[in-house]
């Protein structure tokens, strides 16, 4: 069977993985810790498609009806 | 006292001993001279609940010592009834005869981390101890609180020997840390203290003990009879029973509703409320005392209208005004208003019913004194004033489902035993007046009126978040008489016109003119350069322009609460304060119209002309017709069958089609041939009813449905046995070809009642649906809170969403999905 990029499908927002500099912006940004992040499952099948690891923060660019685009960040967790 | 931590676990028997200020045994609770015996169940080192006692043990008097708990050591151990089912999972876990689980080394290895629940855990025992090699024998639980293993009782005794022998490493795959298993069955029983079940004292000198008391009574009775009789070497069967029955009484003592087991009552035969029925259900000490309480400075009444007071007043009778009360401090400035209040005392409005002195004594004013504590009073006093106008005060209605359910009005002092308020803020109450009640809280605090004046006042809910309209608006009488103003071309002398203004407003210059048209008596309240075109309900046009109707008729869509543009766009454009001044003076000028016009209705509203009776008859004969031949149709079997329709449901189809059709048929006749009535005005101006009401009792009321079909149930093929089987035409199904005027037939009378008991219930069900619906989703966003850097976060502090709803619009404010900025900036600065 034909193997299927689930992040090419329409209704899968972008993901990507901040690097350690985005990362920290992120943070300071918002005055928090990574723990108060939402967060997101190592197993999720995006995450494993983006070899994200623990610890690693993600940004979704997500559509919105109202405003466009929506960002958000998810931590990476065990799991 | 800074609590660090908080441990949930099973307590430990030592802890019992060590928390206990005192071991009890006496089956006694008080002496001949009535004072509690020590070592019984009122022992005086358990705490205080009698005035002027002091405590045994802390020395603090009522109130100081919240009490300390004894304890009881039991003659044999029983189970806890709530953990009878931990214990039987335990029990089936490990050997009957070493006590090691039943579990492979290697697979314990193997699921070491996992924490897997006692089922699962189940799944992987060995039916051969893999320890000792012994057999394993059949274990029974048999509800509530016994054992067994093959045809053995296993005793309390027992129980415990089996559990003390697990070892920790053991315990530790089964998930107990800290824990002993065989703490699960009970030896020492913790006795609360008296302050959690005070005894009353009655008129008569009795003393009436509560139903904790009375159960430990039992539980310590039984307890000494079973060690007498073991020491006295009683036969065993005697020892048994006994041991069950205490049993018995400390398993009621836990719950009282245990299936299978008779309830414990007291001797009138009431059923005893003990541990569990403290705590369970909404009136338990969760949801009834912790998560909800009374609250002190409320009242509540029935509610009824006046149009007289603004829609941020709510009326409040004098008697709940001199109740209700607002502390004032005592400055300099007030002083003098202050003692006013004072020497007017508890009996006279606006007095005053207590002054709270700088060291905090609190003193009641009566007739008496109050001449002495006016003398007294020197600034820092604090003076607990009556109510009077324009006070703050939250003013709510249940079921509060929405934020509109609890809003903040200035308090407006009237005779009278009921709430008023303006008829306009009905709808985000959703209240009317047959009867309803609701409540009002007095904020204490200058910080809690101000929030609430700024977060809560009913200007600040003009608009609902769940549609961005006003959700506050006029409606009933108030579009009638509008409508009646402002329809077609009326014309209004001098006298007629100055009178309608002048009840509105006494400022306002009267225009010079001979006469007046509705319209134009409309446009003196309209702001100045307010211009706005809208479809009225009817489809007909209405232009406003720099603040002058034009055209058209104002109605529900107009002003109406939740549909008024024109009051959009008045709040939009001009503010919450614009928008309660015209709201106000159109609710008055509707009412000063009604009552110089007159209005009522009739059942001569719904007359037709014989032609139009006619009309109405020959539809109703063609649409049998047509029916009679589509089931005609139907049974040749020519019918055109729908796409993914059985033959059958495609004639039920067809025949609702020309039904509907039908119905809108005869909307339009009615329309052309009734009188312009009251009763059709206020349908076409959407103050009340619809055509569909007048429909319904002039002509006739259709198809009575049932789940959306048409009538079919009753009988066998039928729905009544007047009809043949498999009828399936119009009238054995459903189909009422009358109006409530001309009155119904038996038959199409009970159709009529089955299609009205459904909608019954499915309102009612709907209602609960939404109601635990709303419970559960309160539940669950009840700490997420906007913070200042405009993030969502929740009570540990942790991002829920880095914008408000991902846009960050106020859905109140937002207009067609969105903000137009341009336009804002042009009416700003443009």
């Not at chain 2, 006795?191 to 159960?215: A, Q």
């Not at chain 2, 008489?481 to 006494?506: M, N, P, W």
């Not at chain 2, 107009?558 to 024109?566: F, L, N, S, T």
Request: one cysteine or more; a positive charge.
């Amino acid at each position: 069977m034909k193997e299927i990029d689930i992040r090419k499908h329409e209704v899968v927002p972008k993901h990507t993985l901040l690097n350690e500099k985005e990362k920290e912006e992120l943070l300071k940004r918002y005055n928090i810790t990574l723990k108060q992040l939402p967060r997101i499952l190592a197993s999720d099948p995006v995450i494993k498609l983006l070899n994200g690891q623990p610890g690693d923060v993600v940004m979704i660019e997500r559509k919105s009806l109202t405003a466009g685009q929506a960002d958000y960040f998810r931590v990476v967790i065990k799991g | 006292m800074l609590v660090e931590r908080i441990e949930f676990g099973i307590i430990n028997p030592e802890m019992v001993k060590r928390l206990a200020v005192a071991k009890l045994s006496k089956t006694e609770i008080y002496d001949q001279e009535g004072y509690p015996i020590e070592g019984g169940l009122m022992d005086p080192r358990l705490g205080v609940v009698d005035p002027g006692v002091r405590c045994r043990t802390c020395g603090g008097s009522v109130g100081e010592c919240q009490g300390h708990f004894g304890y009881l050591e039991l003659t044999k151990p029983v189970v806890h009834v709530h953990y009878a089912k931990i214990l039987f999972g335990l029990l089936k876990l490990i050997c009957r005869k070493c006590s090691r689980i039943l579990i492979d080394p290697k697979e314990i290895e193997k699921i070491q981390s996992k924490r897997l629940g006692l089922k699962e855990l189940m799944k992987l025992t060995r039916k051969k101890c893999p320890y000792c090699n012994s057999e394993q024998g059949k274990l029974k639980f048999i509800k509530p609180y016994s054992f067994s293993e093959g045809a053995e009782l296993l005793s309390p005794v027992k129980l415990r020997e089996r559990l003390e022998k697990i070892p920790n490493e053991d315990l530790e795959v089964i998930g107990f840390k800290k824990m002993r298993p065989e703490w699960l069955v009970l030896t020492l029983l913790p006795i609360p203290p008296v302050t959690v079940r005070p005894s009353i004292t009655l008129e008569t000198g009795e003393r009436s003990e509560d139903d904790l008391t009375h159960k430990l009574v039992d539980i310590v009775r039984i307890n000494e009879r079973l060690k007498e009789n073991i020491d006295l070497g009683a036969p065993d069967f005697i020892i048994e029973d006994l041991w069950e029955l205490l049993q018995y009484h400390i398993g009621t003592y836990f719950d009282n509703e245990i299936s299978g087991v008779p309830p414990a009552r007291h001797r009138s035969g009431r059923i005893l409320k003990t541990l569990s029925q403290r705590l369970k259900t909404k009136e338990g000490r969760f949801r009834g005392n912790l998560a909800g309480k009374r609250v002190n400075f409320s009242a509540r009444t029935v509610i009824s209208p006046d149009p007289m007071i603004n829609i941020d007043e709510v009326g409040v009778p004098e008697v709940i005004a001199m109740e209700l009360t607002v502390p004032v401090r005592v400055s300099e400035n007030n002083l003098e208003t202050m003692k006013k209040f004072v020497v007017n005392g508890p009996d006279i409005w606006p007095g005053a019913n207590y002054v709270i002195r700088p060291d905090g004594r609190r003193k009641k004013i009566t007739p008496q004194n109050k001449e002495e504590i006016v003398k007294e009073i020197t600034p820092g006093y604090v003076i607990e004033r009556h109510l009077k106008d324009g006070d703050i005060a939250l003013f709510n209605r249940q079921p509060s489902l929405h934020r509109m359910s609890v809003m903040a009005h200035r308090v407006r002092v009237m005779p009278g035993k009921t709430f008023r308020l303006n008829l306009s803020v009905c709808p985000p109450y959703n209240a009317d007046f047959d009867g309803d009640e609701m409540n009002l809280h007095i904020p204490q605090t200058e910080e809690a009126q101000v929030e609430a004046q700024i977060l809560m006042s009913v200007q600040k809910h003009i608009r609902s978040p769940r549609f961005s309209g006003p959700i506050i608006g006029a409606f009933r009488d108030q579009i009638s008489g509008l409508y009646l103003l402002t329809e077609g071309e009326k014309k209004f002398s001098r006298e007629e016109f100055t009178q309608l203004i002048r009840a509105v407003d006494t400022e306002i210059e009267i225009p010079e003119k001979e006469y007046m048209t509705g319209k134009e008596i409309f446009s003196i309240f309209l702001p100045k350069n307010f211009s706005i075109e809208l479809k009225a309900k009817s489809g007909e046009k209405v232009v406003i322009k720099n603040g002058k109707l034009i055209e058209g008729p104002i109605d529900k869509a107009a002003v109406g609460a939740e549909d008024g543009k024109i009051l959009d766009k008045i709040e939009r454009e001009y503010g919450a304060e614009a928008f309660k001044k015209f709201l106000f003076s159109i609710t008055r000028l509707a009412i000063e119209v009604l009552m110089k016009s007159g209005f009522s209705i009739s059942i001569s509203d719904q007359d037709l002309p014989p032609q139009a009776t006619q009309e109405i008859k020959n539809m109703i004969e063609g649409v049998r017709k047509e029916v009679d031949q589509s089931i005609e149709q139907f049974e040749r079997g020519e019918i055109k069958i729908l796409a993914g329709r059985t033959p059958k449901e495609s004639l039920e189809h067809a025949i609702k089609i020309t039904l509907n059709q039908s119905l809108n048929k005869i909307e339009e006749v009615l329309n052309k041939h009734l009188k312009n009535n009251y009763t059709l005005m206020m349908a076409k101006s959407g103050a009340r009813g619809s055509l569909v009401n007048m429909v319904q009792t002039a002509a006739m009321i259709g198809q009575e449905t049932i789940m959306g079909e048409r009538m079919q149930r009753g009988y066998i093929d039928r729905t009544f046995p007047h009809f043949k089987k498999g009828d399936i035409s119009l009238e054995a199904k459903g189909f009422v070809g009358r109006g409530f005027k001309s009155g119904l037939t038996p038959f199409e009378f009970f159709f009529d009642a089955i299609n009205s008991r459904e909608s019954l219930m499915d309102k009612s069900l709907k209602t609960r649906h939404s109601g635990y619906m709303e419970r559960r989703l309160v539940g669950a966003l009840q700490d997420l809170k906007v913070e200042y850097d405009d993030t969502v976060r929740d009570s540990a502090n942790r991002i829920v969403q880095f914008v408000p709803g991902e846009d960050g619009l106020d859905p109140s404010k937002i207009e067609r999905g969105g903000l137009d900025v341009d336009r804002i900036a042009d009416r700003l600065f443009g």
